[in-house]
């Protein structure tokens, strides 16, 4: 429990820091100069939601035998939701800018593809050191 409550103020506090430097590039592009402490405060909600979602997925407190590719399309799909109705509720898009939620999806696509590619790889790598070790480990044996 220790390891999720220490897993979850850090990962608050990235994703917190995170989304207010994209709000800043996003507001600076809208010709904007400055950020409510409403919507800051709406930031931070959604930070928090996200760092508990994914804590919670990827931990093993619920889930206690789920592969990292179940884990990640679930916290995606999840996530997704939730951060769509946050978003929504918290009007930072408006329901007509289709722009803005078209790159909004992309951009949960393009990361969920990204981490199952990175996933894909260090498997890969990982399975290789292991077959080499166990490889050396039977030559060792027969002699």
Do not use: P
Not at 7 to 12: A, I, S, V, Y
Not at 70 to 84: M, Q
């Amino acid at each position: 429990m220790k390891t999720f409550l220490l897993n979850f103020r850090d990962k608050t506090m990235f994703i917190f820091s995170w989304l207010v430097f994209v709000w800043l590039v996003f507001y600076s592009f809208q010709g904007k100069i400055e950020i409510s402490v409403i919507v800051i405060w709406q930031l931070f909600i959604l930070s928090v939601s996200g760092s508990f979602l994914f804590n919670l997925i990827f931990s093993h407190l619920i889930f206690k035998k789920m592969s990292f590719t179940w884990r990640l399309t679930c916290f995606i799909i999840s996530f997704a939701i939730l951060e769509s109705f946050l978003i929504y509720y918290f009007q930072l898009f408006g329901i007509t800018k289709l722009i803005e939620w078209g790159i909004f999806l992309s951009i949960i696509i393009l990361q969920y593809f990204i981490s199952l590619g990175i996933f894909q790889i260090y498997k890969t790598k990982t399975g290789k050191h292991y077959t080499n070790l166990l490889k050396h480990y039977q030559e060792r044996k027969v002699i």
